[in-house]
């Protein structure tokens, strides 16, 4: 027998969790001697009253989307994969030779080469580490972590040293073409009388970040690989019996998660900044944990979160303009949902698993 | 003669450097010989590192700091605690949890303390950990070669260095030649043998966590109290996973963790003080120097130099056998 | 009239929806060995944990001595003098010998202290029980027979005056399992009360003085063991009267399907499992292969099933098996012909949080027949397990129930469904039964017969020789990865094959 429906393990703890993570973030506005109404009323006039304020919080939401997708798919395989951060990384170098370096005659045909571009190397990055987890049982989650380490020097050494345009003090690529920009939401949503978005990030990747939810889904819910991956999840021993190479599927399990990740590098570097900057990542890798743990792992869930943690950078960087509290309340909101979904889940679990069990005896 | 004064320099710079590296090391050691991993040690030393200072600065008292920062850190680490072994939650995630927790809370309530942009009044005088001078260290200072090794090598750091230096023997101490050694690496291997034994797991990995909350504690405050003087944003810098990188080389032994917190201190002082190295034509650049520890943990973790096993029932909350 | 050492008074404990015991009364004499017997499930383990102070009894209570006893954990239960030797040992396995019986019994503070006066008591508890072990030797350089010595040592170092085993001789050779008894009886003499609990009829036969029945969470029976006989209990075990016989027309063999010729298999560890077999099954028989666990039946099986490497030659209807590298994996053994029912179920079998439906394609997910386009079909799938539910009668008939919320019998019944309906030209059979209730154990029974009575081969592997004398139609026994012989199942008999499971050679071998 479930100890609980499992709408309540899909909705209510998330739900739960969400709002113990909000009571404890309005006690910390309290303590800093803010009012939290006010604040959630600046966030939410800054990140949804407006296009604009919409404009930016679709685009964290699209970064937040490919890397809490490429943490979900790991965690599907049972693989921790803390190297989101380094892999979109990769990603950003990945776009800025594409763009930098063939004279692409059309936008769109640049997007394609940046995502083959920006997968390849985020998969490359990832692939090491897995090759390790899966050959030499080296612990992935420590691997990935040294791998943002690595990804971070070496992309300071090819920002510095060799990507760098002459003349230049700013350790930085130069522009993308004019050819490769990206349309943003200003340019595809405005009419002549009424302009929309203006001057927001949010871009095509947007949609390209939801054909890529809707192309998870199918693949773990509805392919044979994502079966593979599922079952491997579960039981290793289970999938040995089952003909399922261990190997193959970390490696593969892995490979997606950092295309996934490097792809996010097509919305930050290619549709935003135009050109390869240090820190371009800021730190989306390691929302992507929040936001898969929130997610469930699944691509749907992965969808509302990200558009939540979308909000919430929005809002937050709306609150630092006018009030003193500075951008890093979202990094402790963060931390908490973090904290109450993945950590502490069994503390909103176990009780209400009693809980179920009880209404369920009271029942009979 | 000129090649000495420099060697004695970064060597000097090496002990300094390695001694947030070593009590963060130490710190891990405790905590993960009991079977709890903790990716959460930059965390709390950035937690301890701002409430050091800030206490320092508040109230011109170093040691004040000092406890303050150590009290920050405990409670970080109880929280991983509560988490990974009364809830049995995922230590990794909670670590990941923690480290977060600690970059937002420190600046903003640095923010909301002090109004200068995420960091802490600059401290001096008894707000800062003083360097100790050993007897006659000036007198020596002439004498050729013992003379230089003595008086800016050994002597002249804070007090903190030598205690993070003596931890090394006395943990080697605690873990191999008292009870609560054995029992500590007991329940890292095999918790139930423990359980079965009439001790509490949870009791132990309690005192192991806290043990690693203490010397995390220490290792913030050296690094905001007598290496710098004052909290600023992020200052662990990265600090907290070379300390992790530093455990795994040195396979979880003590005295193997001394010499790797060294060799990766001295990575770090020759990449301060020399940039892009220039051995004879081939140029290292300083990035590789950044990297290098991260590189040699990864090279280690692979098992072509030795294989690194850790405890066997690290990252695996204990339930007993039904 | 003596005081009993241990008396239990009305246990019940129930794990959420599960009721593991209920109402057990129990009463143990001292210096007397009683025997605690019962299928697996039964309850045995779970009364023993509370008496030991791993679990909590909702209601009841435990006398020791005469005296109400409250055992909240394990140290209380230490103190009262009671010891427990687990059936899966409690030991760090990089630690030595002397650290392990040290744990959690020190004195004071200070390690070496506490090391020299274990070394000095150890000496005297080894010559007063012949119980003789290496201090220094580290757990995992010595053997389990050993390693359960180590256990019985920390009970005594504690001052045990009651000791309770749980399935002591799983891991062990007759010829091991014959030591223990002699050691158990040698503590019987101090005046020590033991607690023995089996599911093995001859054990209880040969070792205590009292057994206790459990069924179902039940205490069914207390009874002298002089004035019982294994049949009595075996009904009291299950419920009612055993099938000990399946009923089954003798074999037609026909050409061999599977041979083996020289097969080697080394474990992780660098081990050698299988020391060079050769075995033959043919079309229409069920060879059964007996043995103490940790024989190597285990790595045969798995080998057979593409779990792992192996070296020598296996064939199968003429044709050579790949036994390491690529084609060498389950599925390649699947697309070849050969159906597996593994002996683990829970671990290997099944995916306990998968839907039953999903758990029907396992290992056959690469079917044709489950594939639409891209993707899987998962329509058709579940069509097929709707068949096999009925088929099967596999309850509740849900395909959309996960695997961990069925039954162990109905869990089974998924798996053998699942693998003979493919038809196999080989199946492979680990442990079909165990953790199985009677019914389920007879419809699978059935099952592999009628499968045997199409002319398919079957290899069975099972602990219970029981259960290998009611199915096989020849018998082969293992015993540290040789086969030491080969029998007809109407021309030999337990006695016979317990030498030959010992190592004792017979005369064809």
């Known amino acids: ?24 973030s309005t006690l910390v506005i309290l303590a800093i001697g ?325 209404l369920r005896k009271g029942a009979e | ?95 990941v949890a923690i480290n977060f927790l600690a970059s937002g809370l420190t600046v903003l309530i640095a923010q909301s303390w002090f109004q200068q942009g995420g960091r802490t009044p600059s401290l001096f005088g008894g707000g800062r950990f003083e360097p100790i001078s050993f007897p006659f260290a000036e007198a020596l200072d002439a004498a050729p070669i013992i003379g230089p090794v003595y008086s800016e090598l050994l002597s002249g750091h804070s007090i903190l260095v030598y205690v993070a230096f003596l931890m090394v023997p006395l943990t080697w101490w605690v873990l191999y030649r008292t009870r609560f050694g054995l029992r500590l690496r007991a329940v890292g291997e095999n918790p139930a043998a423990v359980d079965t034994a009439g001790v509490s797991v949870v009791g132990l990995r309690f005192a192991a966590v806290a043990i690693c909350g203490v010397l995390c504690g220490i290792a913030g405050a050296y690094l905001a109290t007598a290496l710098q003087a004052g909290f600023v944003k992020e200052m662990t810098a990265g600090r907290g996973f070379i300390a992790l990188a530093a455990l795994i080389f040195a396979k979880w032994r003590p005295w193997h963790a001394m010499w790797a917190c060294l060799l990766f201190g001295l990575l770090q002082a020759i990449a301060l003080r020399f940039q892009n190295i220039d051995l004879g034509g081939i140029i290292i650049p300083v990035q590789v120097m950044d990297a290098l520890p991260y590189i040699l943990t990864v090279v280690i973790l692979a098992g072509f130099v030795g294989k690194a096993i850790p405890p066997r029932a690290g990252g695996e909350p204990y339930v007993k056998e039904r | 009239m003596t005081v009993p050492a241990i008396e239990l008074k009305g246990i019940s404990k129930a794990f959420g929806p599960v009721q593991a015991n209920k109402d057990i009364s129990i009463s143990v004499a001292p210096g007397t060995i009683h025997g605690i017997i019962g299928e697996n499930g039964a309850g045995k383990s779970t009364l023993m944990s509370i008496l030991y102070g791993f679990y909590k009894a909702d209601k009841g209570e435990i006398w020791i001595n005469g005296t109400k006893t409250d055992i909240p954990d394990s140290q209380a239960a230490i103190a009262s003098g009671i010891g427990m030797v687990f059936q899966h040992f409690k030991l760090v396995e990089n630690f030595t010998v002397l650290e392990n019986i040290v744990l959690g019994a020190e004195d004071g503070g200070m390690l070496a202290p506490s090391l020299a006066k274990a070394r000095k008591e150890l000496k005297a508890l080894e010559e007063e029980y012949e119980l003789f072990v290496d201090p220094d030797k580290r757990i995992d350089e010595i053997g389990v027979g050993r390693q359960q010595r180590v256990e019985i040592l920390k009970a005594l170092y504690r001052k045990a005056e009651i000791l309770i085993l749980d399935e002591p001789t799983g891991v062990l050779t007759p010829s091991e399992a014959d030591q223990l008894f002699r050691i158990l009886h040698r503590l019987r003499e101090e005046g020590k009360t033991i607690i023995l609990i089996t599911h093995k009829l001859r054990e209880i036969m040969e070792a205590t003085d009292t057994v206790s029945v459990m069924r179902r969470g039940q205490m069914t029976a207390t009874v002298k063991t002089a004035e019982t006989s294994p049949q009595e209990l075996a009904e009291l075990m299950v419920g009612r009267k055993v099938l000990l016989q399946v009923d089954k027309v003798p074999a037609q063999p026909g050409k061999p399907i599977l041979e083996i010729e020289n097969l080697r298999v080394v474990d992780e560890a660098g081990v050698e499992r299988v020391k060079g077999i050769d075995l033959t099954v043919r079309a229409g028989e069920i060879v059964g292969i007996a043995g103490v666990a940790g024989n190597g039946q285990s790595e045969l099986l798995e080998v057979l099933g593409g779990m792992r490497p192996g070296q020598g030659t296996i064939r199968l209807n003429g044709t050579p098996l790949a036994l390491s590298g690529h084609g060498s994996d389950g599925q390649a053994r699947r697309a070849q012909g050969i159906a597996h029912v593994p002996e683990d179920r829970q671990r290997e079998g099944l995916i306990m949080d998968f839907h039953a439906w999903e758990n029907v394609a396992f290992g056959y997910h690469r079917d044709p027949a489950y594939k639409r386009g891209l993707f899987m079909d998962n329509a058709a799938l579940r069509a097929d397990t709707e068949r096999k539910i009925e088929k099967f009668d596999v309850r509740p008939p849900n395909a959309w129930l996960t695997a961990k919320n069925f039954s162990g019998g109905n869990q089974q019944k998924i798996v053998v469904a699942r693998e003979i309906e493919r038809n196999p030209d080989l199946l492979l059979v680990g442990q079909p039964t165990r953790g199985v209730d009677i019914g389920a154990i007879e419809f699978i029974h059935k099952q592999i017969v009628a499968l045997r009575d199409q002319g398919k081969a079957i290899l069975l592997v099972s602990v219970e020789l029981e259960e290998i004398f009611s199915l096989s139609d020849r018998i082969a026994v293992m015993f540290d990865g040789h086969i030491m012989g080969e029998r007809l199942p109407h021309e030999t008999d337990e006695k016979e094959l317990g030498l030959l499971m010992a190592g004792v050679a017979g005369e064809a071998a």
């Open chain 1, 34 to 358: 803010e009012n939290p109404v006010e604040a959630v009323n600046l966030m939410v006039t800054g990140a949804l009253g407006s296009t604009y304020g919409w404009g930016y919080t679709l685009y964290y939401a699209t970064n937040f989307m490919f890397t809490g997708l490429a943490v979900a798919v790991a965690f599907h395989a049972r693989l921790f994969n803390i190297g989101g951060e380094g892999q979109a990384m990769l990603g950003g170098l990945g776009v800025a030779v594409a763009c930098l370096y063939i004279p692409w005659p059309h936008w769109s045909i640049a997007l394609l080469a940046a995502c083959a571009a920006s997968m390849l190397f985020g998969a490359a990055w990832a692939a090491i580490p897995a090759y390790l987890q899966a050959k030499r049982g080296s612990h992935i989650v420590i691997t990935t972590i040294m791998f943002n380490f690595i990804a971070a020097a070496f992309l300071n050494y090819m920002l510095v040293n060799v990507m760098r345009p002459q003349g230049s003090q700013d350790p930085a690529t130069a522009r993308f073409p004019e050819a490769v920009h990206l349309p943003t939401f200003q340019s595809m949503f405005s009419t002549a009388e009424n302009a929309v978005f203006r001057g927001a990030p949010a871009n095509i990747s947007f949609f390209v970040a939801l054909l890529a939810c809707v192309v998870v889904w199918a693949l773990i819910w509805r392919t044979r690989l994502g079966y593979e991956i599922r079952a491997y999840g579960h039981s290793e021993t289970g999938a040995v019996y089952a003909g399922i190479s261990p190997v193959r599927i970390t490696i593969i399990a892995m490979l997606i998660s950092g295309a996934l990740a490097g792809l996010m590098a097509i919305n930050n570097v290619m549709g935003e900044a135009e050109r390869l900057v240090l820190n371009a990542t800021e730190g989306a890798g390691f929302i992507g944990i929040a936001v898969a743990l929130m997610g469930r792992s699944h691509p749907f869930g992965v969808f509302l979160a990200a558009i939540l943690f979308g909000f919430l950078y929005q809002g937050g960087a709306e609150l630092a303009l006018w009030t003193s509290i500075p951008r890093e309340l979202i990094v402790v909101i963060q931390a908490l949902v973090i904290l109450f979904t993945g950590a502490l889940d069994n503390m909103v679990r176990i009780p209400l698993e009693k809980l179920f069990l009880g």
């Open chain 2, 1 to 95: 003669m000129e090649f000495f004064v420099t060697l004695v320099q970064v060597l000097d710079s090496t002990i300094r450097l390695a001694t947030p590296l070593l009590l963060a090391c130490l710190a891990g050691l405790y905590s993960e010989r009991a079977g709890i991993f903790d990716i959460g040690l930059e965390g709390k030393m950035l937690m301890s590192a701002f409430f050091s200072a800030a206490v320092a600065a508040v109230t011109g008292s170093v040691w004040l700091g000092l406890m303050a920062g150590i009290g920050a850190s405990l409670i970080l680490s109880a929280l991983h605690g509560v988490a990974s072994i009364t809830f049995r939650g995922n230590q990794l995630i909670s670590g």
């Open chain 1, 1 to 24: 027998m479930e100890k609980m429906p499992k709408w309540a393990d899909v909705v209510l703890i998330p739900l739960i969790s969400l709002i113990l993570a909000a009571i404890l």
